[in-house]
Nanobody, 114 residues
Framework: QVQLVESGGGLVQTGGSLRLSCAVS????????MAWYRQAPGKQRELVAS???????NYADSVKGRFTISRDNAEKMVYLQMNSLKPEDTAVYYC????????WGQGTQVTVSS
């Protein structure tokens, strides 16, 4: 069974940075595409960034140029470097595969104060 454990969230001021981490277990990680999602209060979960097994990346327009997704296949980790954070980035952040094939982890809360 695949387990996803997100960490690294916190409270930061506008313009600050955070680095989120996702530990993946129970799957052949290196062959899986991965993604970060977020869900703000009262809103649907949305795709933030994705990375293929080969390292190609895609980003939502709202985070392009500010967020960077990366992965470490040896450690089975996915990262999301978030710079120039804005209050509208406040949400719970989750990792999963594209079209979320696995059970969701607990997520990690990111709060950006104005």
């Amino acid at each position: 069974q695949v387990q996803l454990v997100e960490s690294g969230g916190g409270l930061v001021q506008t313009g600050g940075s955070l680095r989120l981490s996702c530990a993946v277990s129970g799957t052949a990680f290196s062959i899986n595409d991965m993604a970060w999602y977020r869900q703000a209060p009262g809103k649907q979960r949305e795709l933030v960034a994705s990375i293929t097994s080969g390292g190609s990346t895609n980003y939502a327009d709202s985070v392009k140029g500010r967020f960077t997704i990366s992965r470490d296949n040896a450690e089975k980790m996915v990262y999301l470097q978030m710079n120039s954070l804005k209050p509208e980035d406040t949400a719970v952040y989750y990792c999963n595969g594209p079209y979320y094939p696995w059970d969701w982890g607990q997520g990690t809360q990111v709060t950006v104060s104005s």
